[in-house]
């Protein structure tokens, strides 16, 4: 998912995953709950850093914990774990669960997506090798957290959650993969041609 400058068409790739999303939810799970859950981390989340990134929002001095954390991998997706995953069964032990999990599950999404989508002229961006890992990294503890969720609890609540999840990791996977296909296809000549015939010391 890179930066759309055409609004159009950002809109138009949304509003897919706001049908897909409803059509996973119609199919799998009727609970409006679910549904929520998946717009916020899936679709809000991602929107805002992108937004972020085109209004270049990351200058403001507010936002740069985000930046931070964005720069540290294990740490995101220990974040990710706990806030979008775990406290979806802790926080039925508090009052207003609902609400104290979708506030976590929001303040998890943007810390996941940060890695992957973060990008503002201050910084280097993460190589694709490690977006590339972070995103398997997660997207693996993503599904084997639901599996076993699945396997304790005998429930499949959450089932539309995990789809419509892995539905979106594919996507991004497949756009990094592209984006990291096309940074690789223009070459230095000078430095190629280097390796197999020295360079002229003039």
Same mark, same amino acid.
Request: glycine share 2%; proline share 3%.
């Given at each position: 998912?890179?930066?759309? !400058?055409?609004? $159009? ?8 995953? $706001?049908? =897909? ?11 409006? /709950? ?5 717009? $916020?981390?899936? #679709? ?34 220990? /974040? ?5 995953? @775990?406290? /979806? ?18 303040? #998890? ?22 977006? /590339?890992? +972070?995103?398997?990294? =997660? ?5 084997? +957290?639901?599996?076993?969720?699945? +396997? ?12 419509? #999840? @892995?539905?979106?990791?594919? $996507? ?20 190629? !041609?280097?390796?197999? !015939? ?5």
């Amino acid at each position: 998912m890179k930066v759309y !400058k055409n609004s $159009i068409l950002t809109l138009l790739l949304y509003s897919l995953f $706001i049908i =897909t999303a409803l059509a996973i939810h119609h199919l799998l799970s009727s609970t409006p /709950f679910q549904y929520v859950r998946s717009t $916020i981390c899936f #679709g809000l989340a991602p929107a805002f850093i992108l937004y972020a990134n085109h209004k270049q929002l990351w200058f403001r001095s507010s936002l740069r914990w985000i930046i931070k954390l964005s720069r540290r991998p294990l740490l995101s997706s220990t /974040f990710f774990v706990m806030s979008v995953l @775990v406290s /979806f069964d802790l926080t039925f032990h508090f009052p207003l669960h609902e609400y104290v999990h979708l506030f976590l599950l929001g303040f #998890g999404s943007f810390i996941y997506w940060a890695p992957l989508l973060l990008q503002c002229s201050f910084i280097k961006l993460q190589n694709y090798m490690r977006r /590339f890992l +972070y995103l398997m990294l =997660t997207s693996i503890l993503f599904v084997l +957290y639901h599996e076993a969720s699945f +396997y304790f609890r005998e429930g499949t609540d959450t089932e539309a959650f995990l789809y419509t #999840g @892995v539905m979106i990791m594919i $996507i991004q996977l497949f756009s990094l993969i592209i984006e990291w296909a096309e940074s690789e296809r223009d070459t230095d000549p000078v430095n190629v !041609k280097g390796y197999f !015939k020295s360079v002229s010391k003039n």
